[in-house]
């Protein structure tokens, strides 16, 4: 589906978007459980044609868990095959790898507060390239220490765009604004765009 790119240093762009269903965690906060079951089985060439007929050249291959999915690979190489320009949202917990020279990997530590912070395969931060992007979502004044925490410890911000945003309606972003610039942390605050725009429940937006 098209929508406008709501995340990201690619935030306001359109895109194509594309939901694998199925994911290995279970994030307390999770606002995609539909994505957990269901859905259709397509083959990758059927995904890339409807894709290339949408007209739009950024995609965004997203879940669930992407990188669960094992044709997940193909796809993403078929898009940049294609010419696109590709971004990949994933969780971190599963390696990444295997993902293709070009693909914009938008990783997304998971804090204390997600009850999934022992998954993250902190290995990923060294498989991460030029032209990546790490995300984490705060719930908690302890899930912004834990983050900030990492940032410095990994320089994160000194090699890569760094994403803070916030559990919506659970943490007040301009707290997380008090507490970015107090520290002085180089990463950027971001608003999920889409939360803003469309309903709740609202599905492919």
């Not at 868990?65 to 940049?80: K, N, V």
């Not at 938008?106 to 997600?114: E, H, T, V």
């Not at 931060?125 to 032209?131: A, N």
């Not at 760094?162 to 919506?168: A, D, Y």
Request: net charge negative; hydrophobic share 40%.
């Amino acid at each position: 589906y098209v929508s406008v790119q709501g995340e990201s240093t690619w935030a306001g762009l359109p895109c194509v978007f594309v939901r694998l269903v199925g994911c290995n965690l279970r994030c307390t906060w999770c606002d995609s459980e539909f994505t957990f079951t269901g859905g259709e089985h397509r083959s990758v060439d059927a995904v890339l044609a409807e894709v290339k007929a949408l007209g739009i050249n950024l995609d965004e291959v997203t879940g669930g868990e992407p990188l669960a999915q094992r044709q997940s690979i193909d796809l993403m190489q078929g898009l940049l095959d294609a010419g696109h320009t590709v971004l990949l949202e994933t969780s971190g917990s599963i390696s990444i790898d295997s993902v293709p020279e070009g693909v914009h990997v938008i990783m997304d530590l998971k804090p204390p507060d997600s009850g999934e912070v022992e998954a993250n395969d902190m290995d990923n931060i060294d498989r991460l390239r030029t032209g990546d992007e790490v995300k984490f979502v705060l719930a908690s004044r302890k899930d912004y220490e834990w983050s900030r925490n990492l940032v410095i410890q990994h320089q994160l911000a000194e090699r890569f765009p760094v994403l803070f945003s916030t559990v919506f309606g659970k943490l007040d972003p301009a707290l997380v604004s008090d507490w970015v610039c107090s520290d002085k942390l180089p990463v950027r605050l971001q608003l999920q765009m889409h939360k803003y725009i469309w309903p709740p429940d609202a599905r492919g937006v």
